[in-house]
């Protein structure tokens, strides 16, 4: 393979929820010798010399059929350079749809990857011309497909990575990381805290990072803080707001647990992120038990039960420092093994080579 296209929501290496994106365009980049990337928005750049990176825009940049019209002239453009070999859609379904009918008219396979619960008749366009779609857990797809591999997160092991010593907390501290809006669940987690240090007795802190991103987020996270403030935590609760991606390693390796409250139907790259780094965290979406295997005991909790996350982080603070180590260990092995950058590209590129259906 001499050129691929990439098609991507977000290419910008701070961005709290995307910057991840910056490292699979830069591994694939290590792969191929041509990568050229259309990207819905874009931030700061930080990626190879053998990349170019093209913006649609977002919703400052037009209306939609006028992004639209920009996008097929960059595909366009792109497609008279020169051969494409593939083309790989990250998340961007709308692209996906758009530049698949010129896609498959000029034979180019293209790879879906897609991992979240939302469907839509964009998606399903997406689909339609995909070659094959890629997912990381069981149940990230929203629709059956005899097109759809599991294949893996793809998580960046160097970069989220165990500091050279142990951090040394002066209290336990739980880490949660993401947007604050109702589907993450964020009154289970301030409840099972509060239960939690009841319970215990420990002088224990919550570290929330992230923010909302809508109105209705905003309204939701007034309710948490009144919540906050009612359980007497108002203390023990830090609000850090959105964190550049490229610091939160720094935010792992200087917490006791991380707490993931996503459901099934969504992969949530945090958690594996935070294991990566050597840092237990529990969580409640059953597509991770196969990966925890025998930790399920310890660190899967119930949905939506407070008292179950309250035992949950009571079973990582009781470890003794060995066990700790221990922990630690098994769950950065499971996401080195299982979700490694370089495994998911290696799956992804073999996709897009055989181009089959």
Known sequence: MQ???????????????LGFTTAWINAFARRVPYVEVISVKTGRLNVGPNVR???????????????????SRILNDILSDGPVDACFVHMAAVLGALAGPRLRLAGIPMVLWYAHPANSLTLRAAAMFAN????????????????????????????????????????????YAGRFSPV???????QG??????TTGLDARLRLVGQPMTQADRRYFDVIERLILDLG??????????????????????????????GI?????????AMSSGLPCVLCNPDFSADLGPLRSMLEFRAGEPASLAESLSLVARATEDERASLCHQVRQMVVERHGMQQLITRILDAARRGDN
């Open 3 to 17: 050129r691929l296209l990439i098609l991507n929501l977000a290419t910008d290496a701070d961005d709290p929820a």
């Open 53 to 71: 990176v093209h913006t649609v825009g977002g919703a400052a940049a037009g209306s939609a059929p006028m992004r639209a019209l920009r996008f």
């Open 132 to 175: 094959r779609i890629v997912t990381s857990l069981p149940g990230s797809f929203p629709f059956p497909s005899p097109k759809l591999r599991v294949i893996g997160q793809g998580v960046d092991t160097e970069q989220f990575a165990p500091g050279a010593e142990p951090a040394k907390l002066s209290q336990f501290t739980v880490l």
């Open 184 to 190: 993450k669940d964020l009154a289970t987690l301030v």
């Open 193 to 198: 805290f509060a239960q939690f240090r009841d």
């Open 233 to 262: 935590l108002d203390e023990n609760v830090e609000r850090d707001g959105a964190i550049p991606f490229t610091a939160m390693p720094d935010q792992y390796r200087t917490a006791s647990v991380m707490v993931n409250l996503t």
């Open 265 to 273: 139907g969504s992969g949530d790259k945090v958690a594996l992120e």
